[in-house]
T-cell receptor, first 110, second 116 residues
């Protein structure tokens, strides 16, 4: 069983829609990360958070440590947001190597 | 510009041949990592290195080898012992390794290896 579960696996939206991607994890963590992978394959880091909420442009990431759950929201989605969004957690207690979810594939249609 | 480079972008090899994937970073990061990505799966750690001349096996190290002779470079060799080498390989680096604090990882563009 993967320690990091993402939902949905695939997501299709129309331009302008509000999008939510969820991430649940089963271990104690020191940090949670949201990453974006474009069709070319390169990965960029969107957020690193250990509590509360962070916002960058149209992207918002929240985390609830007690419930072991995080969400990534995209407001006013745009076709250029089409990508795979990956959740990763860094376990607490010694191992700093992150565990990655399988990713959510998002397609935003114009 | 600082960053991580991987070459080549696409690589084709015949079955039974060893192949080496390049990863170079000019971010002055101590730690470097190699991941493998297969369709429908999360990134899986192959090897990582916290410091020059030291490296550790990750979750799927069998059939792979690495070296870390220079801080900037962490090449990955896919040997003929790797049973299913066709995959997308990503290299990453972070400021430092170690359990005391998480360090954000920066990823290279990846190399897609196809073994024919």
């Amino acid at each position: 069983k993967n320690e990091v579960e993402q939902s949905p696996q695939n997501l299709t939206a129309q331009e302008g829609e509000f999008i939510t991607i969820n991430c649940s994890y089963s271990v104690g963590i020191s940090a949670l990360h949201w990453l974006q992978q474009h069709p070319g394959g390169g990965i960029v880091s969107l957020f690193m958070l250990s509590s509360g909420k962070k916002k960058h442009g149209r992207l918002i990431a929240t985390i609830n440590i007690q419930e072991k759950h995080s969400s990534l929201h995209i407001t006013a989605s745009h076709p250029r947001d089409s990508a795979v969004y990956i959740c990763a957690v860094s376990p607490s207690g010694g191992s700093y190597i992150p565990t990655f979810g399988r990713g959510t594939s998002l397609i935003v249609h114009p | 510009d600082g960053g991580i480079t991987q070459s080549p972008k696409y690589l084709f090899r015949k079955e039974g041949q060893n192949v080496t994937l390049s990863c170079e970073q000019n971010l002055n990061h101590d730690a470097m990592y190699w991941y493998r990505q297969d369709p429908g799966q999360g990134l899986r750690l192959i090897y990582y290195s916290q410091i020059v001349n030291d490296f550790q096996k990750g979750d799927i190290a069998e059939g792979y080898s690495v070296s870390r002779e220079k801080k900037e470079s962490f090449p990955l060799t896919v040997t003929s012992a790797q049973k299913n080498p066709t995959a997308f390989y990503l290299c990453a680096s972070s400021i430092r390794g170690g359990p005391t604090a998480y360090n954000e990882q920066f990823f290279g563009p990846g190399t897609r290896l196809t073994v024919l």
